[in-house]
């Protein structure tokens, strides 16, 4: 059997985003993404993280993936390069545990978002061609080289920094008559282990491309960057992923319920010397109810907290609400409200934040979680809003449910 290792390298030391490769990214620590990626490969036979860092092996151990060494601080650093990491732990592991594995997978975690079969079809490309050292991940280049300059300072000529046979002046051609380039991404390399042995490469000399479709490009450099790609994330782009995957929203939408606190209200209560609690909501939520009761879509809210607050809030916004439901589980009220406005499941949006939204969510159609839900909310939901609850998240999914019906 082809032994298959895929080594994802995590230092603990990330400048840009602090702690880059646990901080929770769509719900998941960042890691986590790509030890998904190779447990999921029908391939792949093995999984290890390369890190320097305590708490991430703690972390990559507990998403699956094996952390038998720690990186020498001295291959951690800014400007350590991947093939001295790769060799470490191929010598480690040979010295250790006298094993070999015929193909290394690297797997970057800042390109964590990926098609469900990229590994398997990067190692089918490298078993297929005998000649091949290195399948690399490619797409689409977004820039043209062939229009671009070398700079030799502000007083003197630039130079082009291609030249194209047949082509005298390519930056000054149109781009259709222009070669076709591509631009590698931290994807994955499947590389044999002999190029790294023997030739002291992470390529080699013959590299294969596994041509990526250029909507998973993706790399994280910065926090803007983060926000990006978590939207990506939510948009029902097919991708691998550490938990179940995300429902698109329903084509034909009839009922949203909301939860109230945390959701309508910002999750906090003020009381007085004598007991009586007041919230904080958004009046920008009402904003869009009308226009969905005029598309045949109500809002509602269905809370199970006792306080006359609620009604006074959802008589303010115009929306029915249940509240109090003397029932131990929001679940059980949600099935009765279907059934006495006699909907089908499938056509109910659910927002909500809080663990007690879990069973809610189970049962909707699509299931929508506030941006400060709590963590295991945000991996369970379909779709996690800007937004926070009490701060225009109401709002926030109205809006996006009238753009897609197109209102």
């Not at 839900?373 to 709002?395: F, Q, S, W």
Request: glycine fraction near 6%; charge should be negative.
């Amino acid at each position: 059997m082809t032994e298959i290792l895929a080594l994802i390298p995590a230092r603990g030391g990330s400048k840009g985003i602090p702690r880059k490769n646990i901080r929770l990214f769509a719900g998941y620590p960042l890691i986590a993404w790509s030890i998904a990626a190779a447990k999921q490969s029908s391939l792949v036979t093995r999984v290890i993280v390369s890190t320097d860092d305590e708490e991430i092996a703690a972390v990559a151990r507990e998403w699956g993936a094996e952390t038998p060494f720690l990186r020498p601080a001295e291959l951690a650093q800014d400007k350590t390069t991947d093939l001295p990491v790769f060799e470490h732990a191929l010598k480690w592991l040979e010295d250790v545990e006298g094993y070999r594995p015929d193909i290394l997978i690297q797997l970057r975690p800042t390109s964590p978002i990926r098609p469900h079969t990229m590994l398997d079809d990067a190692i089918r490309i490298l078993l297929e061609h005998a000649d091949a050292d290195c399948v690399r991940g490619v797409v689409p280049a977004g820039q043209n080289p062939f229009k671009m300059w070398r700079f030799n300072g502000e007083r003197n000529p630039l130079n082009p920094l291609l030249a194209v046979d047949g082509i005298p002046e390519p930056y000054n051609a149109p781009r259709q008559i222009l070669p076709p380039v591509y631009w590698q991404t931290g994807h994955i390399d499947a590389i044999r282990v002999s190029t790294i042995a023997d030739k002291h490469s992470l390529t080699g000399d013959v590299i294969y491309p596994l041509l990526i479709d250029s909507k998973y490009t993706v790399d994280i450099d910065t926090l803007p960057d983060w926000a990006k790609y978590e939207a990506l994330v939510y948009s029902g782009l097919e991708m691998v992923s550490p938990g179940k995957p995300r429902r698109a929203m329903p084509e034909t939408i009839k009922l949203i319920i909301c939860d109230f606190d945390g959701v309508i209200t910002d999750n906090h209560v003020i009381t007085d010397q004598d007991g009586r609690e007041s919230v904080s909501a958004s009046r920008s939520d009402s904003m869009h109810i009308k226009k969905l009761r005029e598309m045949g879509i109500e809002l509602m809210i269905l809370s199970s907290e006792p306080n006359p607050v609620v009604l006074a809030r959802a008589k303010k916004m115009g929306v029915e609400a249940i509240h109090n439901l003397g029932m131990e589980h929001k679940d059980h009220a949600m099935r009765e409200v279907l059934k006495q406005k006699n909907l089908k499941a499938e056509n109910v949006i659910y927002l909500g934040n809080d663990l007690n939204d879990l069973p809610c969510f189970e049962i909707a159609g699509w299931s929508v979680a506030v941006a400060d839900a709590y963590p295991e909310v945000i991996r369970a939901a379909d779709h996690v809003l800007t937004k926070n609850g009490g701060h225009g998240a109401v709002r926030e999914l109205c809006e996006i449910v009238l753009s897609k019906i197109n209102y």
